[in-house]
Each structure stands twice: as C-alpha cells, then as structure tokens.
C-alpha cells in the first residue's frame, strides 16, 4: 500500500515551478493538456517520497468552493543535518504565504519546525526530526 498525496491549484504550471524550487524536486512523472500547460504532475522530493499538483479547473478538479489550508496539511520531516534546507524552504514558502501560522522556530518537540499556508492554500509543516 502507499498513500500519494494529490494538490490541486489554480495555476499549475507555476506551482510546479514554485515547489520545484522550495523543495529541489525533480518531475517524475506528469501529464501535459494539448496546449502544453500540465494538468497533472508528480514532484519527487528525495527518498520515493512525492506528491502530485493538478490544476483545480482542470479535467480532474474537484469541484464546488474550495476551502484552503484547513483540512489537510503536508507535512514535510527534514533529517537533523538538513537545516539549510528547511531553512530554504520555509523562507521561500512564506513569500506571499496567506497565512504565517508560525514562524521557523525551536518548539519542544523539535530544534526547527514552522506551520503556514502558503500562497496556492497549501498548508504545510516543515520540521526537522
């Protein structure tokens, strides 16, 4: 069994551009509409973890209201030597986040951990441990 986390954006085609670069993820594997732009694509992020972005007006959406941030969150768990990572991270998702929940910070569980909602309405958690 394996659980495969499915997003769905408005934009596309920046997203996976934008997690590309937060997290130095490779495409592994997507499919294009006839006019070039995605409408489905999986992000490795290291060590066969992935997820999927597909665009929420797109051919797979989900219809009706969307309600961002607050019913799931992607939970994202750095080793202890990958501080510069997180730190990369963090730093590019809370540009434009909508919500800053908090901060890069030291909490008892963790040397580093954040929670937000970043600007497409993902939310995330990003820790070290």
Not at 58 to 66: L, M, P, R, T, Y
Not at 74 to 79: G, Q
């Amino acid at each position: 069994m394996k659980l495969q986390m499915f997003t769905y954006v408005d934009g596309i085609d920046e997203a996976v551009i934008y997690y590309q670069k937060v997290f130095d993820a490779a495409i592994k594997e997507s499919f294009k509409n006839k006019d070039g732009t995605y409408s489905l694509c999986e992000l490795g992020l290291s060590r066969g973890v992935s997820f999927w972005v597909a665009e929420r007006k797109g051919i797979s959406a989900i219809e009706g209201e969307v309600n961002t941030g607050n019913i799931m969150q992607m939970c994202v768990r750095y080793d202890k030597e990958d501080i510069a990572k997180i730190e990369k991270a963090y730093n590019l998702l809370k540009e434009n986040a909508i919500n800053l929940i908090h901060p890069l910070q030291s909490t008892p569980w963790t040397s580093h951990s954040c929670d937000l909602i970043d600007k497409y309405g993902l939310s995330w958690c990003l820790m070290i441990g």
